[in-house]
C-alpha cells in the first residue's frame, strides 16, 4: 500500500470515528504500531474532545489523555510480570458474556449457522453474531482494537451503506474514488476461496473474465503475481475443489459477507491508496482472529505438516487452531495472552513466551511453526521492531515454518518495512520459500499463507 508517500506512511487501521455519521476522526498517529498497541497490549484508543485521543492501559494506568501530532510515539510501560508458562484457569470460558458458547457444538449445529447466514444476508451482523455466539439479546461488551466499539454501534455504520465514503476501498493514481466493483465482481473474488473450487483456475479466470482496465483485472494481476507454488511441489499442493470439506468455517462466511456489504473484491494497487478500515474489523478480530483461513490454505498445512504436529506461537484467540484441528492435525497453540480476546476457539492455549515455550520442547524440531499475524513490535506497543519473528525463527530448530501475513508493505505483520519472503531472502538464505498464496483478505487489507523449509524438506532448487 505505497502509491502516495501520505498513504505509505500512515496505518491503514489508525484513527476513531464518528459512529453516529460514520466520518472518520482527524486523528493521524503516522505509526504502524498504534493499532498493534491498542489491539495487542489491551490499549483502549477513543476519541476525547477534538484534537485528542484517551490511551488506557487497562488495569495498569489510569486515563490519560494526550494531544497527538504527525510522528508522535505514545510511550507506555512494559507489563511488569509476564509468565514463563501457566495454564487457562479453571473458571474459562470461550466467549465473555455467553457462558453456554462452545466452538464444537456451533460446528455442529449447521441450522444455527443457517440462521446467521440468514440475518447476514439481511446486512443483519448484530444478530447474526447473537445467533452465532448465544450472545445476549441486549449484548453491552465494548471491543477493544483499532478503536472502541460495541456490537450495536457498529450495525448502526453498517446500515450507513458507503456514506462519507466507507465503501471507497478504491481510488485512481489523482486520489479520486472509484466506482465500486459489481456485484459479479465482488463473488467472483469471493468464489476464489470457495472449497467448491479450484483456486488456481478460478483466480486465472478472475482476470480472463474482467474488463480491460477494471479495478477486478487490477486485483487479479496483483494475487496472481504475488501467488507462488514451488515448482516442484506444484502438483503435490495442487488443492482440488471440495464439495463437503472437513468442517464448516464460521470466518469465512462471515467474511465473505463483508465484501459483499462493503463493496470489496480484493487487494490491489489501488486499494493502496486508502488509509482507513471500516468498523466491522474489530468485531472480527474478536470473534474470530485477525486473518481469515480459506480451504485451500488449511488443506495446504496438512499436506506440509505430513503428520507432524502444529507448534502455534502467538495463537491468539485459537481460531487457526480450532480450525486445524477440525482438518485432523495436531496443534499446540502457544501464546502470551497480553491481548483480549471475546471469543476464544481452544481451551488449552500454553500460556508461554514463545521462544521460551520452544527451548522447553527441543526447539520444536519434530514440529512445523505456524505464525498467524505476528505483531511488529516497537513504538508504542514496546520491545523491538521485528524482534517477535526473528527471534522464533531463530530459536526453531525445525525444517518447516509457515506465516499468515501482508503480503505488501502496510508494516501490519512481522516488519515494519519488510514482508516475510523479503525477511527470509535477506536474513535466513538456508530457508527456500514453497508457497504464498492469498488469503480472504478483509476490506483494505491484504494477506497471504507463506511456508519456508529448509534441509531434507526443502525442495530442489528450481
Not at 473458571?91 to 449457522?113: K, N, W
Not at 479520486?176 to 456485484?183: M, V, Y
Request: with cysteine; hydrophobic share 35%; charged share 20%.
Amino acid at each position: 500500500m505505497h502509491t502516495s508517500p501520505a498513504a505509505t506512511s500512515r496505518p491503514q487501521h489508525s484513527g476513531s470515528w464518528d459512529l453516529q455519521t460514520g466520518k472518520q476522526l482527524a486523528v493521524d498517529m503516522s505509526s504502524t504500531h498504534l493499532a498493534h498497541a491498542c489491539f495487542n497490549r489491551r490499549l483502549e484508543f477513543i476519541p476525547a474532545e477534538p484534537g485528542q485521543v484517551v490511551i488506557t492501559m487497562q488495569g495498569r494506568h489510569s486515563n490519560v489523555i494526550h494531544k497527538p501530532t504527525r510522528g508522535t510515539l505514545f510511550t507506555v510501560p512494559e507489563p511488569r510480570w509476564l509468565p514463563s508458562e501457566m495454564s487457562r484457569p479453571t473458571d474459562f470460558t470461550h466467549c465473555v458474556g455467553s457462558p453456554a458458547f462452545r466452538p464444537e457444538d456451533l460446528i455442529e449445529d449447521t441450522d444455527r449457522q443457517k440462521q446467521a447466514l440468514d440475518l447476514l444476508a439481511h446486512d443483519d451482523l448484530y444478530n447474526a453474531s447473537r445467533v452465532l455466539l448465544q450472545l445476549p439479546e441486549q449484548d453491552l461488551y465494548t471491543y477493544h482494537a483499532i478503536t472502541s466499539v460495541k456490537l450495536a454501534q457498529v450495525q448502526h455504520v453498517v446500515g450507513l451503506g458507503g456514506v462519507n465514503g466507507l465503501h471507497s476501498w478504491y481510488r485512481n493514481e489523482d486520489g479520486s474514488p472509484r466506482d465500486p466493483p459489481t456485484q459479479a465482481d465482488i463473488e467472483a473474488y469471493i468464489s476464489i476461496f470457495s472449497p467448491a473450487t479450484a483456486t488456481g483456475p478460478v483466480l486465472k479466470n478472475l482476470g480472463t473474465n474482467a474488463k480491460k482496465g477494471s479495478t477486478r483485472s487490477e486485483v487479479a494481476a496483483s494475487l496472481e503475481d504475488k501467488r507462488y507454488l514451488h515448482s516442484a511441489l506444484v502438483a503435490k499442493l495442487t488443492i482440488p475443489k471440495c464439495k463437503k470439506p472437513p468442517s464448516t468455517n464460521p470466518y469465512f462466511d462471515f467474511w465473505a459477507w463483508s465484501c459483499r456489504s462493503l463493496k470489496w473484491c480484493g487487494p490491489c494497487p489501488a486499494a493502496e491508496r486508502v488509509a482507513t478500515s471500516h468498523h466491522i474489523l474489530p468485531i472480527f478480530m474478536h470473534h474470530f482472529g485477525c486473518a481469515t483461513p480459506s480451504h485451500e490454505s488449511l488443506a495446504m498445512l496438512k499436506m506440509l505438516a505430513d503428520g507432524r504436529p502444529i507448534a502455534d506461537i502467538g495463537s491468539g484467540n485459537g481460531y487457526w487452531a480450532f480450525m486445524l484441528r477440525r482438518y485432523g492435525l495436531t496443534v499446540r497453540p502457544v501464546d502470551n495472552m497480553q491481548s483480549e480476546w471475546r471469543v476464544n476457539w481452544v481451551s488449552d492455549t500454553v500460556i508461554s513466551d514463545g521462544v521460551q515455550w520452544l527451548r522447553k520442547n527441543a526447539g520444536g524440531r519434530d514440529m512445523v511453526l505456524l505464525l498467524v499475524y505476528p505483531v511488529v513490535g516497537g513504538g508504542v506497543g514496546g520491545g523491538i521492531e521485528g524482534e517477535f519473528t526473528r527471534s522464533l525463527v531463530t530459536a526453531f530448530q525445525g525444517n518447516t515454518i509457515a506465516v499468515v501475513g501482508t503480503q505488501n508493505h502496510n508494516g501490519y505483520t512481522g516488519f515494519k518495512g519488510m514482508t516475510m519472503d523479503e525477511f527470509m531472502e535477506r536474513e535466513h538464505k538456508e530457508w527456500t520459500k514453497v508457497v504464498q498464496i492469498p488469503l480472504p483478505s478483509f476490506a483494505g487489507k491484504n494477506e497471504a499463507l507463506y511456508v519456508f523449509q529448509r534441509g531434507e524438506r526443502a525442495p530442489q532448487q528450481e
